[in-house]
Structures are given as C-alpha cells and as structure tokens.
DNA sequence: AGATTTCGTTCACTTAAGATAAGAAAAGCA
DNA sequence: TGCTTTTCTTATCTTAAGTGAACGAAATCT
C-alpha cells in the first residue's frame, strides 16, 4: 500500500530506507467508505489527503444546494484551505467511493520537516506545481464554454466520468445537471 | 524602494542584514513602462515576477482574441508555468501601467537557497498561500454567475476596476466587453 | 424481489450571454 | 488644439444556460 506513495514520491527526490522508514512510523494509511464525510464547513481541522486508493472530491453547500470544486483520485492529494489558513473550513470534502488515504496533519509534516529537512524541499516543489496545475485548469476554466469544459473533460479525465454522479459533475463544470445532460445529448447528434 | 519587499517578507520571516543584503546584491529591480510585455507565448523563459509598483498581466490569444487571466498589483507575485515547468509559455505578460518589479530566475533563488536554507522554506509557505489563494479564487468563480463574479471584484479589487480597461476585466471574468457593459449597466439600474 | 431513494433526461418557459454592427466617449498623440 | 486610436455602450438577433416540473431508469436497501 505504501509503494503507491513512495511511487508517486520517487518522481520527486530519491528516499532512502531511513527516510522511508520515517514515513510508515506516522502511521498515517485510513480506510474509508463511499459517503463517509472527511471534512465538514466549520470544522477546524489541521488535515491533508493525499488519495491511494478511491475517490473524494470538495464541495460547498450554497442556498442549500452542492457545488463540487475538486475531485482527487489515485496520487493526488488535497490539502484544505482551513489546514494552512487555520480558519474555520469553507466546504466540505467526501469519499465518492471507498478510499484508501493517507491522513497527515501538520504536526506530522514539522516532525519529517526536522529529521529530513529534503522533504521540506519537495513539499515547495509539489507545491509549486499543484500551483501551476490549479491556475492552468482555471485558466481553461476561464477561456472555454461549458461545452469545451465537459469535452475538456472528457479528453483528460475520462476515468471521473465513470466514477462520478453527473449531477456532481455538472456543477464541477459550473453549470446545472440539466444543462449538462443537453451538452452531452448534443456532442451524441453531433458524432452521429 | 527595496522596502516594499522587506515590508512584505516581514509577514512571513525575519531577516537580519545579511540576508537583506543578500538579497539586494542580487540586483534585481527593473523598472517597465505601459504596454512593454514581459513575456510572450512561445518564450522559454525563467523568471518570475514581484510588483513592487503598477499592474501586470497575463493572458492568452486565442483566435485573435485577448483572454486575461489575471492581473498582478503591488506586492503580488507572479511565477509564469514556464518558469516552473521549462516548457514554452502558453500565454503573455504585460505591464497595464508603468511598473517596478522584481524580476528573479531559478538561478538566482537556487543561490539564496543555498546560502539561506530558510528562504526555501520561505517559498513554500508562500507557494501555499498562493495556491490556497488561487483555489478560492476558483471556487468563487465556479460558483458565481457573471454578475455576481463582477460585484464579488468590486467588493475585493475595486482599484483594479480604476487601473484597467473594462474589456480587459470582462475577460477576466469570462464574458465579452459588450456583456460586461450590461451586467454594469444593470447594476446601476437596481441600485436607482 | 419489491420498495425506495437517487440519478439522468426531457420539456416548456425565462433569462442572460455571444455575435455582429454601429456609434459615442475617452484617452493618447501630433 | 484637433485628430486618431482605443475603449465603452447600445441595439438587434441568435444561442444556450437557468428554472421548475415530470418521468423513467438505475442503484440501494432490507
């Protein structure tokens, strides 16, 4: 279970076992089940996921109604608002399907930070590029039609269209099920 | 003029005089007129961006067409994904108005990193902040209709609607000028 | 299996954004 | 100052998204 993230970790720096070892000490791999709410608005949690196994996604609730921001699967990892900014938590995070995750808060991160200070320096690299992914996508967010957005879709994550209710898709898309559903029933009469 | 910056680390860490000078060796201010551009789609480049004075901006041609997808005022910093990612950049930067930056490269923070570990960790801190910063930036975009995207930047950045030209803004938001002219022109009616 | 809840589609209607064009206002320049 | 370019607004028309409601299909539960 662990290799997944030492995988996922070797794209970065090299671990030695030592380093490793540190890792499996935190004893951070959770189980959970398709539903079970990780987050809640109004929590003040300290906690980031980072996904081996499933799916979970953030969303607000306004006027009542759900609004998916995120999904995260396999490699990905989430690290909520409320973690860095110790601010009460804007949204809430779920598991659309079972997931395996890891759960570290950041006790856990300022204790591998001062045993193996090379860590710090992937977590700004990953960082970084967590960044420059987030603006990308908002980026083509900005620039594209709700159609291209779900044709977007469709090319770069084929996988979260099986995975996922479209209701929670449309509004990741930011537009409503509805609309959704005649995107794609017009994308159909426009292959056939 | 070195101020601004000191100022602004200072929410972050404290430096002593040797850092600062560190810093100030680098030599690293330039000063850009109105219109000069920074950096154009196509460009291996691999410097980032810190206003110390005026508005930059980024944005993308597509069809022709100008998208802006965001505009940089004082004391805020931009790292290009070229820069992060080595592969041309996808879209430009520009100066909106005259403007004093600080304009660094991977070389140059490689050194600082070096001789300073705790500018590293410096720039994580604040590579999370700004990812923290862009995701609710996104979020609200998501979850806002045009209006109310454009009532959410007169609430946030109402310099911004002073400093730059409307048909600039509007892309920002993701609409046309011509859409932007009525949501403003509906606004006024609602308050009469 | 049967009942129930959740999810996706369709329809009719309303509202707002995109496209195209034209003109007014403002800013920049000679 | 007067001229030119840029920027903003207005109008018409087209297209697509939002709303509210209804229905059927699929998944879930026991």
Redesign the pocket.
Known sequence: MEQVLFDYLAQYIALNADEKQAIIDLNIFKQYK??DILLSEGDHSDEGYFVIKGCIRSYFIIDGEEKTTAFYTEAESLEPHCKITKKPSAYFVSCVEDAILIVANSGMEETIFAQFPKFESLCRILSEELLVKNQTDFDSFKTS???LRYMHLMENRPDLLQR???????SYL?????????????ILENKA
Chains 1, 2 share one sequence.
């Open positions: 398709k539903g039609s709700p159609e996922v209710p479209q209701y929670q898709i449309a930011g537009i409503t099920a509805q609309s959704l559903s005649r995107i794609r029933s017009r």
